[in-house]
């Protein structure tokens, strides 16, 4: 699968995993065309791979999708929102990692205050 397809592939399944943990028209909208990608080394194989930041409108960082020369990738997304089901948790991020066409996501949750 070309990096392009691959990307576009990742980000559906953050926009997916973040509706899923957000109030009802609530999710950001995570989008392809709001990467910078850089090339970047991976420093336990060496090997070369990309790293992609959003950044949000006062221009933190927000998330990223990273590409190792491996062929797997890892990405994440801040949410930072209340649980939209269960009020004893608070929704840091969602996350997804895999391999190729693998993608395997889910949401990082703690406990709320």
Request: glycine share 8%.
């Amino acid at each position: 699968m070309e990096l392009t397809e691959s990307a576009e592939s990742i980000v559906q399944a953050l926009q997916q995993e973040a509706e899923r943990y957000t109030a009802t028209e609530a999710a950001p909208r995570i989008a392809l065309d709001g990467l910078k990608f850089t090339r970047v080394i991976d420093p336990a194989s060496q090997q070369f791979g990309y790293e992609g930041v959003w950044r949000n409108a006062r221009n933190d960082r927000c998330g990223t999708l990273t590409f190792n020369g491996d062929g797997s990738f890892y990405a994440e997304y801040d949410l930072f929102c209340p649980h939209p089901r269960d009020a004893r948790w608070f929704v840091e991020m969602v996350t997804a990692w895999g391999n190729g066409e693998a993608i395997s996501c889910e949401a990082q949750l703690i406990p709320a205050l």
